[in-house]
């Protein structure tokens, strides 16, 4: 006897956030309320022993109180300890800087990690 597709399940269903979009959120608080994420790409990566994903996500922050800001958090993220289940930040560098003042002060930064499967 087959299933009826619309039948629901006994229980709810939990929605479970996916690594990128945790790792999204971490990066937000990191970056605080003056950084805007821009964009995040998202690529497949695996060595011999490891599977993973690349990600590159590119910050704003605006205003002179927003670049000091994004001051604090190019020196803090090379450091930081992420908390995202089941998966391990490998790496995390800053790929590149750009400080703009006209005709807005702002600061511009991509940043690049790699999150490896924990089994």
């Known amino acids: ?14 929605s479970a956030r996916a690594p990128a979009q945790r790792l999204r959120e971490a990066i937000a ?3 605080g309320p003056a950084g805007e994420i ?13 599977s993973g994903t690349r990600h590159r996500l590119n910050l704003r922050f605006s205003g002179m109180e927003g670049i000091e800001a994004g001051e604090s958090f190019i020196e803090a993220l090379p450091e ?3 908390a995202i289940p089941r998966q391990l930040v490998a790496d ?11 005709p807005h002060p702002r600061l511009d930064v991509s940043v ?3 999150l ?4």
């Open 1 to 14: 006897m087959r299933a009826d597709p619309n039948d629901t399940p006994p229980y709810p269903r939990r």
């Open 29 to 31: 608080a990191l970056a």
């Open 38 to 50: 821009l964009d995040h790409a998202e690529s497949s990566w695996a060595s011999i022993t490891f």
């Open 80 to 82: 930081h300890e992420f």
């Open 92 to 102: 995390a560098s800053i790929e590149s800087v750009e400080h703009r003042l006209l």
């Open 112 to 114: 690049e990690l790699l």
């Open 116 to 119: 490896l499967e924990e089994n």
